[in-house]
C-alpha cells in the first residue's frame, strides 16, 4: 500500500505495530490439522487456513496426538504487539468422529468458559465459542472432510491450557462466562492497540483523507462497523478511520482539523459508553451502564417493569432485546445521545455528525440524525 494510502490497512502500517492472529483463528487452524490427522493419519505442520479477508496464515503446531477415533493439535497464540491476555496460550482442538448426520457440535474443553446468562451472541449453555469462530472452523472442516472424502460429522473440543486462571483477568466472570475464556475474533486478526500510536494513526488518517478532499468521515470502531459504513454511504478507504476505542481522539482532532460531516459507527455496547460521555470505549477504561440506559427506555415511554429489566440485564445487548420486544427504540436513543455527546466534545465546529450503531452481525440497531453545531440537521 502506497504512503498516501488511508483506512485501517494504513493506520496500522503507520503504527509499526505487530499484528497477530485471534483466539478464533488458532482454533480454526488446530482444529483443521486435527481433522486432517483423524482422516489421513498425518497431522500438517505447518497447518494453513483462510481467514474472512483472504489472508492465508500459517500456524506452526505445538501438539499433535492421534488415537483411535480421536485426534487433538495445539497452536501457540501470538498476538502480536497487542498486550492480549492470552498471548502465548496454547490453544487446543481435539476431533472427534459422530455418527452421519451429526453435523460439527462444538464443546468447551479445559480453559474455555461456558455461558451461563442471556444477553451474549450465544445461548446459555453453549460452550464460549464466538459465531465467527464456529463458522471458521465448520468451512476449514467441511473443506477437510470434502478432500478425503468424509461426510463432515464431528465433534470439536476447544481447550486452552490455563484458560480458566487467564479468565480471571478478563470480563468472562462478570458476563457469565464461567470456566475459562472466550475464544473470539471477526477478522481472525489482532490489531494490536499501543494509545499513543494508535492515536498518531488516527490523526494521520483524518490528514491524509483531508489532503485527498474528503469531505465525510466515518470513525469506525472495528471491521464490522467499517463493512456496515461502507455499505451504508459507499465512502472509500481513506475516508476510513479505525478509531478502535478512541472515540475522543477523533473528535478531538477532527475539532481542531473539521471535515463537514462525520459519522460515527460501531457496536451498540461501545457506543452506549460514548452516549453515557466515555471518550475511550475500552473496557479496562468504561463499562456499559445499564442504568444510564434504564433511564433512556423510560424516557422513550418504557414502563417501570422494563425499566428493571433493562437495568438488572446482564450486558448492553440484553438491554437492547428487551426494548426491541416491548417497542422500545433504545438503539437509536443510544445513537442519538451519542450523537450530541460527539457535538459537545466538538466545541460548535464546523462538522455535521451522525451515528451508527450495529449488533455483532453488522446489522443497523439504532440510527441518529445528522446534526451539526447549534442542532441545526
Keep these: 500500500m502506497g504512503e498516501a494510502a488511508g483506512g485501517r490497512a494504513a493506520q496500522l502500517k503507520h503504527t509499526g505495530l505487530r499484528p497477530g492472529w485471534t483466539t478464533g483463528a488458532c482454533a480454526t487452524a488446530a482444529a483443521t490439522a486435527a481433522y486432517t490427522a483423524l482422516l489421513s493419519g498425518a497431522f500438517p505442520d505447518p497447518v494453513t487456513i483462510t481467514l474472512p479477508r483472504g489472508q492465508t496464515p500459517a500456524f506452526a503446531l505445538a501438539v499433535e496426538e492421534l488415537a483411535a477415533g480421536t485426534a487433538e493439535a495445539g497452536v501457540v497464540k501470538d498476538a502480536g504487539d497487542d498486550p492480549d491476555v492470552t498471548h502465548g496460550a496454547l490453544v487446543r482442538a481435539r476431533v472427534r468422529a459422530l455418527p452421519a448426520g451429526a453435523g460439527v457440535v462444538f464443546r468447551a474443553g479445559p480453559g474455555v468458559g461456558t455461558v451461563t446468562r442471556p444477553g451474549l451472541p450465544l445461548e446459555v449453555g453453549e460452550p464460549a465459542i464466538n459465531p465467527v469462530p464456529r463458522r471458521l472452523i465448520r468451512e476449514h472442516l467441511a473443506e477437510v472432510a470434502a478432500a478425503y472424502g468424509a461426510a463432515g460429522d464431528v465433534e470439536v473440543t476447544v481447550s486452552v491450557d490455563d484458560g480458566e486462571e487467564l479468565a480471571r483477568s478478563t470480563w468472562n466472570p462478570r458476563l457469565g462466562i464461567l470456566g475459562g475464556l472466550s475464544v473470539l475474533g471477526t477478522t481472525g486478526i489482532v490489531v ?9 494513526s488516527i490523526r494521520r488518517g483524518v490528514d491524509v483523507a483531508r489532503a485527498a478532499g474528503r469531505t465525510h468521515l466515518a470513525g469506525c470502531t472495528g471491521s464490522t462497523s467499517e463493512k456496515t459504513v461502507t455499505a451504508l454511504y459507499g465512502l472509500p478507504q481513506d475516508a476510513l478511520l479505525d478509531m478502535g476505542d478512541f472515540a475522543g481522539a477523533v473528535l478531538k482532532y477532527v475539532r481542531r482539523h473539521p471535515v463537514e460531516r462525520l459519522t460515527v459507527c460501531g457496536g451498540f455496547a461501545k457506543l452506549s459508553k460514548l452516549a453515557a460521555g466515555h471518550l475511550d470505549l475500552h473496557s479496562a477504561r468504561s463499562q456499559v451502564d445499564k442504568g444510564f440506559l434504564a433511564e433512556l427506555a423510560r424516557t422513550a415511554g418504557a414502563g417501570a417493569a ?22 422500545v427504540p433504545l438503539g437509536d436513543l443510544v445513537a442519538a445521545t451519542a ?39
Design 339 to 377: 450523537r450530541d455527546q460527539a457535538l459537545a466534545v466538538l466545541r460548535g465546529a464546523p462538522v455535521a455528525v451522525d451515528v451508527v450503531c450495529v449488533d455483532r452481525a453488522g446489522t443497523v440497531v439504532g440510527r441518529s440524525a445528522v446534526r451539526g453545531p447549534g442542532g441545526a440537521d
Design 192 to 200: 494490536p492497540y499501543s494509545c499513543s500510536a494508535w492515536i498518531d
Design 306 to 327: 422494563l425499566v428493571a429489566r433493562v437495568a438488572a440485564a446482564n450486558t448492553g445487548l440484553a438491554a437492547l432485546q428487551l426494548c426491541a420486544a416491548a417497542g
